[in-house]
Every structure is written in structure tokens, then in C-alpha cells.
């Protein structure tokens, strides 16, 4: 028989970020996005940066950009539920294909997102290309029963694809820090 400390260390979630390689990656995205973010203000001459909710420039964006940022928004909510709740019941398994789908749609809406180099791919649609081909292989992992790379495969597309991808959409002069920031 369980014991109820049992039961509700079993329901406590684990959240995966915390593991080293992870904190690793966010801790190098975070000190290279702070690092490229000053580099930036200072060629502009230092101004002062507050928030400022603006979506004006959303709105007239390109459909391709809306269904991106819907995407990514969605992904990212249900990507933060999926990390911080109890893996493996039929709730995951639910959020997590609506996961794959909205993280998919992300992915392939942003092949028709350019700007950052001209009118060309950026090193982004690189993580775009290993999203599409990282996401179908976390799933068949999961269906063949193999937790511990599905686990690595997903957190892997979490934590690269959707938090240090998306941290770099916050760049000055881009269109996410014009939505929320001024300078």
C-alpha cells in the first residue's frame, strides 16, 4: 500500500530545465543575448529602454509572422504546462501532440519569415530545420516507450527551439521588442 507522502511526491511535478546542460544552454543564450542587447542600445547611442505595449506593428504584419508568433505563443504555453506537470497520463499526452502541433507550425511558418539577413535564411531557420526533424523523432520515441529520449528530445526542442530562439526575437529593433519596449 502507498503512503499519501508517496502519492504526492509521485503527482509533485519535475520540472527538466534544472538539469546541467540545460542551464548551460539558457545560461550562455541569456549572457549572449544581454551582451548582443548592449551592443546594440550602445550603437544607438545608449537610450534609456522602458516597456511600452504596442501591438500595432503585429497587427500590420505579414499573415505568415501572425501565424508564427500564434504558434510560437501557443507552444510556449503549452510547452510550460507540459514541463510543469506530471508526465505521462493521458493530460500529457493531449497537450503534448497539441505541443508537436503548435511547435510544427511555428517552425514551418517561419521558413516564410525573413528579414533578419535581407530577404535570405538566418542562422534561426537553422533551429527551424531541427525542429521539424527533432519533434517526429521525440514522438516515435515516446510511442516505441524510450522516456528517457523522448524526455531529451522535447526538453531538448523546449528549451533550444522555443526559450533561446524566442529570447532572440526580443533583440532591440526587432518587431517582439518594439511590441513591448522603447528606446
Known sequence: MHSPELSLRARLPRIRLGRPSNR???GIAVSAYLIISWMILKANGNPPVRFHLDASRLIDASIAIKIHVAGALSAFVIGTVLMLGVKGRGLHKTLGYGWVVAMMVTAVSSFFVVGLNGNHFSWIHGISAWTVIGLPMGVAAARRKDIAKHRKHMTGMFVGA????????????RMM?????TA
Not at 162 to 173: D, Y
Open 162 to 173: 522555443m526559450l533561446v530562439a524566442g529570447l532572440f526575437t526580443f533583440l532591440p529593433g
Open 24 to 26: 548551460l544552454v539558457i
Open 177 to 181: 521588442w518594439s511590441i513591448f519596449f
